[in-house]
Nanobody
């Protein structure tokens, strides 16, 4: 059974920083990508940043230049969030994409709240 455990969420003022962490455990095959999504109240879940198996990265336009995704190994990923804005407020979910499982695996989510 694959599990993703996230940590690092919290409340900050605009302009502040947070660092999210996500570690996967269990029997994992065929990792394609690992990254972060977020969902704000009343909105659809959206991609924030993801790192592909080859190390390339994809960012949402809204976070480019402010957020940085990195990894310690194939099953541990981080999201450094700088210059946070109130519109970054959301529940952030870690996602592990693997072959054979459409949609991948999801963490339980961690709340990020940015006040103005």
């Amino acid at each position: 059974q694959v599990q993703l455990v996230e940590s690092g969420g919290g409340s900050v003022q605009a302009g502040g920083s947070l660092r999210l962490s996500c570690k996967a455990s269990g029997i994992i095959y065929g990792i394609n990508a690992m990254g972060w999504y977020r969902q704000a109240p009343g909105k659809q879940r959206e991609l924030v940043a993801t790192m592909i198996r080859d190390g390339s990265t994809i960012y949402a336009d809204s976070v480019k230049g402010r957020f940085a995704i990195s990894r310690a190994n194939a099953i541990t990923v981080y999201l450094q969030m700088n210059s946070l804005k109130p519109e970054d407020t959301a529940v952030y979910y870690c996602n592990l994409g693997t072959t054979g499982k459409p949609g991948g695996y999801w963490g339980q989510g961690t709340q990020v709240t940015v006040s103005s």
